[in-house]
Every structure is written in structure tokens, then in C-alpha cells.
């Protein structure tokens, strides 16, 4: 933006759409306020507004949350009759709840001639489950507010309950639209499955599995990947695998997400074995699914079977490895006690490593009790200015394990 501002500032007479790319410019950058004197620099020049400037304004006034300042544009959006504008009042809508001004945002709806406009309902109740009033949002379906036929906007209820882990409401809702004899979307039933995972909500993970089974959903690539993650996470290796084997179809998140399962259960064979099946069907693996291979190995100490599978990443399929590759294997080494391989490791990247690497190494070191190489290690965080109070801790662990005390002078 430095650069573009130094251009900007060498135009003789630039016109609304130059100012409008500076306006936009600074409401996406690391100093949104920097828009505000765009914008007072265009209102003094007497230039006549349109719909993106006030729309790029009021973004960088959620960003700032600066209240005053938006309360002031809005005063000008209403004047200059951009306000009847849905893209500008959805703006509008975003900025009061943003600001937590609630009540403002539901006035502002109320008055809105497209209340039925996607954006709007959405962004008024992301406003009250932002100001932890939930109960107002599902109250804006059962009180007539929304149309409640209306398949898309429950279907983006629900998707924002489960985002917000609310995950007892998404299913009261899936139960509302059943009464209805409405059906939700894959999408947000996957949505909502991806937050039972991330929160172990296993009953609710049963449910919808139950949902999709009595309302003869199709088991799409998609819906079971969903359900083989959400029944890993939870610790049903065996209902994860139940669905994979049901699937109609998969692609190679499906494998993926079999194969990372299997490696959170401890099941390495299992996982090596699913990726040479998923090859054997004509399916390519990705770098993602050589990292979940990869951290399979690692925790179940196959270190042959961990390099083989890196070097088959690499030589067969060209990959270029990652940091997260490169960590896994120097966790595969570390957790083996093969602690000089993995240094060597490190110190072979082309970053020479970076802090949780070396981190990852320090661990090990505790385990086999490696003072020299622990106080190493230790002398790199310092010099990569990444130190944490877990170090020190861990040196000492090192220490106790080999069963000497720590050497002040040398740490």
C-alpha cells in the first residue's frame, strides 16, 4: 500500500474509481484506518459517492470498530440515498453487529424492504450469537421474521449454530426443519458433523448418521469423509470404518481421511496398507495424504516404513516436502531414539529448521536422556530468538533423566 499511496499521491486529478481502489486498498490492509482520510479527502473535494465507496468504508469501520465514524457514514448513506441499496445496508447490518450494537442492526432490518435476502437474515443472526443471545436468533424463524419454508435459511441456521458450538441447537433445529418436512443440504450437514468432531459430540454424531440412514440420504463422498472424521475423533475406530466401506463413492479425501484415522488410533500398518489399496484403485495420494501416512508412522514407530513412504512421496509422485513432512519424519526419528539422524535432518533443511522441529527434537532428548544434544538445541532456539518456558523445563528433564544436574554455566 506504501507504494500504491506514493503513486496515488502523484495523480494530478484522479477520479472516484482511483479513489475507491486507495479506499479498498487500505480496509483490506493491516491499517484499515488509513481509509478514513480517503474517504474525508473525497467528501471535501465535493466528489459524489457511490455504492462502493460506502461499502469499503463501512468494512474498514467494522475493522477498526470505529462506532462513531460509521454512525457519522451512515448519516451520509441515508442522505445521498444509498440506503435503499441492499448491498450497502447489508454493510450497514455488518457494521452495527460487528460493533455489538445489536439492537441498531435488528432496527436497520426491520426496516429493510429485501428482509428476506440471505445476507441480511445471516448477518443479523451472526450479530446475536456474537453478543451470546441465541435464543433471539432462533427466535427470528419461529416468530415469522424469516420464512420458514425457506430450505437455504435454515440450512444456514444451523451451519452457524454448529459453527459456534452450539451443537444441542443445531440438532434441535435439524429436528424443527424435520417437522416441517424439510431436508438440510450435504453441506451443512457436514458443517454440522465437523463440529461434533472437533467437540466430541458423539450422541450427536449417532443422530445424524441416524438422520441420514432414515431419510435415505445418499452416502456421496463428501457426507461419508464427514462421518469417517467425526467417528475417529470420537473414538469409534470401528463405526469410521463401518461408513468407509459403506460409501457409494470416495475420492481422496476419503482415503485420506480413513488412512489419518487409522494413524490417531495407533493402527501405522493399517495405514501403509489402506494407501497402497487406495493405489491399486486409481487413486492418486496427495501431500496431505502422505502426511497423515507420515504421522502414523511416526506415532507408531515405523521408521523404515516412515522413510520408505517419504521417499515414495518424493521419487514416485514429486512432491516437494513441506515443514509439516520434514517434521513428522524428524518426530519418527526422535521418538525412535535415532536423535543424531534426526539432527542431522535438521540441519540439512534449507531453513536449516525452524523452532517446533528443534522443539521436537529437545522432547526427545528428554526421553533418552541426551544432555549434549539437549543443551545443542537448546543454544539453537536462543540463537533463532524463539526461546519458551517449556525449554528450560524440558533441559532439566534431560537432565534428571540421565541423572545429572544441570550445568548452569553450559545452559
Known sequence: MQYAASIFKNIENPNLFMFNTMLRGYSISDKPKQAFGIFNHLRTDGFLLD???FVTILKACARELAFWMG??????VIRSGHVLLINVKNTLLHFYCVCGEIEDA??????NTHRNDLISWNTLMGGYLHVSEPDMAISLIFDGLIIGKDVVLWNCMIDKYAKSGMIEESIALLESMRVE???????????????CADSGALSAGLFINDYVKEE??????????????????CGCLDKAIDVFKRMERKDVRSWTAMISSYGVHGKARNAIMLLYRMEEEGFKPNEITFLAVLSACSHGGLVTEGMECFERMVGKYGYLPKFEHYGCLIDLLGRAGMLEEAHYLIRSLPTKGDAIEWRALLAACRVYGNVELAECVKR???QIDNEHPTDSILISSTYAAAGRLPDQTRL
Do not use: R
Open 51 to 53: 455504492q462502493f465507496s
Open 71 to 76: 454512525i457519522g457514514i451512515h448519516g451520509v
Open 106 to 111: 435488528h432496527k436497520l432490518f426491520d426496516e
Open 181 to 195: 418436512q424439510l431436508k438440510p443440504n450435504a453441506c451443512t450437514l457436514v458443517g454440522l458433523l465437523s463440529a
Open 216 to 233: 435415505g440420504l445418499p452416502m456421496d463422498a463428501i457426507l461419508g469423509t464427514a462421518l469417517v472424521d467425526m467417528y475417529a475423533k
Open 380 to 382: 539453537v532456539l536462543v
